[in-house]
């Protein structure tokens, strides 16, 4: 959250200050915190236990990968990353094709990431209480808005109310996926089984934010946010599959 308020404000106050080099100096910048986040970092100590934790037995990862579970929780959560981070690559570029000022789209992003992690402080409870599908679809639907609100029009509110949609879906859809990956596996098995899972996740992510400016660029803005029904669409149908699973499961025989 204060990572959402400082990114932007240190691109707003540093773009300009190697003329004529727009955004060098930000790039140093974010530099500068980097290496002071890696500095953070290297006083993080491994929590107690962790090690009788990973000498328990484990299943083989294909076993688990395999689980009903597993497979629409990474589905949910690949579809989530990858098509905010297609959205959010590609929302300051529309707005400054649009005309918008670059100060206009810096507090976008600014809302945006506040509107990504603002929710985890209470999107646990939601999950604990709800279950973590209804989270997710929930987080889906928001998805959803976002991109109906964004085709709607190209006013700076528009982008606004977007991007903060797109935030809280999200946030609500891969923190929801990542808690369901967390109850198909042992934690004897959470190392091999989230690396596998943020293999998927990131790679995915990776192939949206080459994907954005290609589609930006050639087919423009509403193209876009089209692009973004036909995964959500997937996840959902997945969801269902998953809720159809469990009610039969429960039906006595």
Request: net charge positive; glycine share 8%; with cysteine.
């Given at each position: 959250?204060?990572?959402?308020?400082l990114g932007?404000?240190?691109?707003?106050?540093?773009?300009?200050?190697?003329?004529?080099?727009?955004?060098?100096?930000?790039?140093?910048?974010?530099?500068?915190?980097?290496?002071?986040?890696?500095?953070?970092?290297?006083?993080?100590?491994?929590?107690?236990?962790?090690?009788?934790?990973?000498?328990?037995?484990?299943?083989?990862?294909?076993?688990?990968?395999?689980?009903?579970?597993?497979?629409?929780?990474?589905?949910?959560?690949?579809?989530?990353?990858?098509?905010?981070?297609?959205?959010?690559t590609s929302?300051?570029?529309?707005?400054?094709?649009?005309?918008?000022?670059?100060?206009?789209?810096?507090?976008?992003?600014?809302?945006?990431?506040?509107?990504?992690?603002?929710?985890?402080?209470?999107?646990?409870?939601?999950?604990?209480?709800?279950?973590?599908?209804?989270?997710?679809?929930?987080?889906?639907?928001?998805?959803?808005?976002?991109?109906?609100?964004?085709?709607?029009?190209?006013?700076?509110?528009?982008?606004?109310?977007?991007?903060?949609?797109?935030?809280?879906?999200?946030?609500?859809?891969?923190?929801?996926?990542?808690?369901?990956?967390?109850?198909?596996?042992?934690?004897?098995?959470?190392?091999?089984?989230?690396?596998?899972?943020?293999?998927?996740?990131?790679?995915?992510?990776?192939?949206?934010?080459?994907?954005?400016?290609?589609?930006?660029?050639?087919?423009?803005?509403?193209?876009?946010?089209?692009?973004?029904?036909?995964?959500?669409?997937?996840?959902?149908?997945?969801?269902?599959?998953?809720?159809?699973?469990?009610?039969?499961?429960?039906?006595?025989?």
């Amino acid at each position: 959250v204060f990572a959402g308020v400082l990114g932007p404000q240190l691109v707003s106050h540093t773009m300009d200050l190697w003329q004529p080099h727009i955004f060098a100096a930000s790039y140093l910048a974010q530099a500068a915190v980097a290496l002071v986040a890696f500095v953070v970092l290297m006083q993080v100590k491994p929590g107690r236990g962790q090690e009788a934790a990973q000498a328990a037995p484990a299943r083989p990862l294909g076993e688990i990968i395999a689980q009903p579970r597993f497979i629409v929780a990474a589905i949910c959560g690949v579809v989530s990353y990858a098509l905010m981070n297609l959205v959010m690559t590609s929302a300051p570029l529309a707005m400054k094709l649009c005309g918008h000022a670059v100060s206009d789209s810096n507090l976008a992003i600014q809302w945006h990431v506040m509107a990504m992690y603002g929710p985890s402080f209470f999107t646990g409870s939601l999950i604990s209480r709800f279950g973590s599908p209804k989270v997710i679809f929930v987080g889906l639907l928001l998805l959803a808005g976002a991109a109906l609100v964004d085709l709607s029009g190209i006013e700076v509110m528009t982008f606004w109310i977007g991007l903060i949609l797109l935030g809280v879906g999200w946030n609500f859809g891969f923190v929801g996926a990542t808690a369901m990956v967390a109850e198909t596996h042992a934690p004897s098995e959470r190392n091999k089984v989230q690396a596998f899972n943020d293999f998927l996740v990131f790679t995915t992510m990776a192939v949206g934010s080459f994907s954005s400016g290609k589609i930006l660029t050639s087919f423009g803005w509403d193209a876009v946010n089209q692009v973004v029904f036909p995964p959500l669409l997937l996840a959902m149908l997945a969801l269902f599959w998953l809720f159809l699973r469990r009610k039969q499961a429960k039906m006595p025989h």
